[in-house]
């Protein structure tokens, strides 16, 4: 039993650097998709720089988060929220310049992406990162850690989406890490190959059901 941990929605002063204590106490590295527009602020940007110092990834979550690509009306609009995220992660990017889409709850179909939105991953030789269990530890900050351990005894490897905000939600983290490994679980940093439909800008799985026609 596998376990990738990914952090989106940051990076928070309120709850990021409780997250990466949290890690490096258990020797565990994940991924943060951040935020370009969290990312812009300086105090923030440090947060993102110590992720990529103590060896997490950083991953591009769009610059604004409000709406999921594939639903957005102005078609430039879906391709400047990933190209301006990027330009701002710079040399914190992952070799294989990671982005995972906004699924508006954690839900997965068409309303991904866009058109446009793919055209610009393949052309920037991106890697499109999906998932495959959501706790909603935003709405459940207490009961999330529980419905992850169900999630992840229910499948060999599971690549789970958790949020570094302030919710108090990460403050149940070390409990699910130690559960988790309780049960024999092995955290890994890598992703399950079906949860990459797309890497450095070649289609690997059919992209259809992730994009609005």
Known sequence: MQITLTFDN???????????????????????FVLGSKLADKKRRALAKRAHAEGHWIGNHTWSHEEPLGTLKDASRAVSEIVETQAL??????????????????????????????????????????????????????????????????????????????????????????RMRDHGGVFRQDFPPACVPLRRGEVLADLAPYTTA
Do not use: Y
């Open 89 to 178: 992660i710079d040399e914190l990017a992952h070799p294989d310049r990671l982005f995972r889409p906004f699924g508006g709850g954690g839900a997965i179909g068409p309303h991904l992406l866009s058109p446009g939105a793919v055209d610009v991953l393949k052309k920037e030789k991106m890697t499109c990162v999906l998932w495959n269990a959501i706790p909603r530890d935003w709405e459940d900050p207490r009961g999330w850690a529980e419905t992850a351990l169900a999630q992840c005894l229910a499948q060999d490897w599971t690549l789970l989406v958790l949020h570094d905000l302030p919710t108090g939600a990460m403050g149940r983290l070390k409990i699910f890490i130690d």
């Open 10 to 32: 940051g990076p928070d002063p309120a709850a990021t650097p409780r997250v990466l204590d949290v890690l490096s106490a258990a020797d565990i590295k994940a991924t943060f």
